[in-house]
C-alpha cells in the first residue's frame, strides 16, 4: 500500500514546488518595474523686467534623488511664440538638484519647461513666470497665423506637451534617428500612437510617413534616411485611444 503511495506523494512535491518556482518569477518581475522619474519645478511667479530669476529641479525616483541625470535643460518661451525658444543647460549640484538663471528684458508671460532625462525616462514639467507688467491686451494669444506651424504650444488637449529631440549634424544617405518624448498630466504618455511626417518641397511633393515605436515610457523613436541635402520639414502626429490627436512641426537641415 505504501509502495503505491510513493508516485502520488513525488507528484504533490513537484507541484509544490513548480508554484513556489512560478511564485518567486512573479515577484521578480514586480521588482524589475522602475519607479517613476518625478521632477518638482521651481520658477517664481512673477518678476521685474531684468531681474536675474533663477530655476531649480529637484529629480527624485522613489525616495532616492537623482544626481546623475542623463540631461536636464531648461526651456524658455514668451506666450505665442514657442519657435523662438531658448535652451538654458543646468548646473548639477550633485544633490538632486539642478539650476540655472536667466533675466528677461521685457515685460511678457514666459513658460519655463525642464526636460530632464534620466535612468531610461524623460519627463518635462513647466510653469508660467510673469515679468513686469505681464502681456499686453494686443498681444496676439498664440500667433493664430501660423495654423498648424504652432509648434504644439497650444495644444487642444490640457496638460499635454511634447519634446521633439532635433537631430545634430544630420547627412544625406546616412540612417537618422529621430525621437520624440510625450507627457501627459506631467507623467510619459504611453502607448501613443506616433507618426513622422516627412517632406521637402524643392525636391519632390511626395511626403512620407514613418512610424515611431515606444523604446522606453513616453519616449517614440524612428529611423529615417534622407536622400538628398535640403530643408526638410518633419511633423509629428501623435493620437491615443481617449481621442487625442496633436501635431508639431519643425524643420531639419540636412547635408
Not at 45 to 57: G, L, Q, R, T, Y
Not at 151 to 161: A, K, W
Not at 238 to 248: A, I, K, R, T, W
Request: include cysteine; aromatic fraction near 6%; glycine fraction near 8%.
Amino acid at each position: 500500500m505504501k509502495t503505491k503511495l510513493w508516485p502520488l506523494f513525488i507528484g504533490l512535491v513537484v507541484l509544490i514546488l513548480a508554484a513556489c518556482g512560478n511564485a518567486g518569477k512573479d515577484s521578480g518581475s514586480n521588482d524589475d518595474i522602475p519607479q517613476l522619474l518625478e521632477v518638482q519645478l521651481e520658477v517664481q511667479e512673477s518678476a521685474d523686467v531684468n531681474e536675474m530669476i533663477p530655476f531649480k529641479a529637484l529629480v527624485t525616483q522613489g525616495d532616492e534623488k537623482i544626481s546623475d541625470a542623463d540631461e536636464v535643460e531648461f526651456e524658455i518661451w514668451e506666450e505665442g511664440k514657442k519657435e523662438d525658444s531658448e535652451m538654458l543647460e543646468a548646473k548639477n549640484n550633485k544633490d538632486g538638484t539642478y539650476e540655472a538663471e536667466k533675466a528677461f528684458e521685457h515685460d511678457g508671460v514666459f513658460t519655463v519647461q525642464v526636460h530632464v532625462t534620466a535612468r531610461g525616462l524623460h519627463t518635462m514639467p513647466k510653469k508660467s513666470v510673469t515679468v513686469g507688467e505681464g502681456a499686453s491686451d494686443d498681444h496676439d494669444h498664440g500667433d493664430h497665423e501660423h495654423g498648424d506651424h504652432d509648434h504644439g504650444e497650444h495644444s487642444n488637449t490640457e496638460g499635454f506637451s511634447m519634446h521633439f529631440v532635433e537631430p545634430e549634424g544630420v547627412e544625406k544617405g546616412q540612417e537618422t534617428k529621430l525621437v520624440v518624448h510625450l507627457q501627459l498630466e506631467d507623467h510619459p504618455m504611453e502607448n501613443a500612437r506616433v507618426r513622422y511626417e516627412i517632406w521637402n518641397d524643392d525636391i519632390s511633393d511626395k511626403h512620407e510617413w514613418v512610424d515611431g515605436e515606444e523604446s522606453v515610457a513616453g519616449e517614440y523613436s524612428a529611423n529615417f534616411t534622407f536622400e538628398e541635402a535640403g530643408t526638410y520639414s518633419v511633423q509629428i502626429h501623435v493620437q491615443n485611444d481617449e481621442g487625442l490627436h496633436e501635431h508639431e512641426e519643425h524643420e531639419i537641415e540636412v547635408k
